[in-house]
């Protein structure tokens, strides 16, 4: 009775090849969601990415043959216009957001026919959302902007 025990408490500790596939799967699509320092991984390099190799440059250049005033001075300024080209494109998503809001208001009272996948609804725009991503209110339901086929005047 008691070998028949200690063989029924004996477990396997073993994985097949196709468990340790499967583990090693699950890990692997796990350790790629996760995030980074505070930041999806991407493969766009960013105006902090660009500061960190130009400092790791510095701080591993050759000492006995610096780098030149005229590369830092071009890194710099490369640097100077990433930093201006994001801000511009902060700043032309911020338009286009509003844009996109003042669009909506604009279409306030006005007959719209919507296109909803086989059917088409139409109506008078009673209210709209800002942001970006705006909605028009129609019969009692919220449409996104891109729903709209036509605009009527009244």
């Known amino acids: 009775m008691m070998e028949l025990l200690s063989t ?4 396997n500790t073993q994985m ?4 340790m596939l499967m583990v090693e799967n699950e890990v692997n699509n796990y350790n790629k969601t996760l995030v980074v320092e505070g930041r999806k991984t ?14 790791t440059q510095l701080q591993n250049q050759d000492p006995t043959s610096p780098m030149e005033n005229t590369e830092f001075i071009s890194q710099m300024a490369q640097f100077s216009s990433l930093e201006q080209m994001t801000n511009m494109s902060s700043s032309f998503s911020k338009m286009a957001a509003y844009i996109s809001s003042s669009e909506a208001t ?17 109506g008078i725009v009673e209210g709209a959302t800002r942001g970006e991503n705006p909605q028009i209110l ?3 339901m919220y449409y996104s902007m891109d729903k709209i ?4 005047a009244d």
Do not use: H, M, P, W
């Open 149 to 152: 086929r036509a605009v009527y």
């Open 138 to 140: 129609v019969n009692g």
């Open 16 to 19: 097949s090849a196709s468990e």
């Open 106 to 122: 604009a279409t306030l009272g006005k007959t719209v026919e919507l296109d909803i996948g086989d059917t088409n609804v139409q």
């Open 42 to 55: 991407s493969n766009v390099l960013g105006k902090d990415d660009f500061l960190k190799l130009l400092i």
């Open 8 to 11: 029924q408490n004996s477990i």
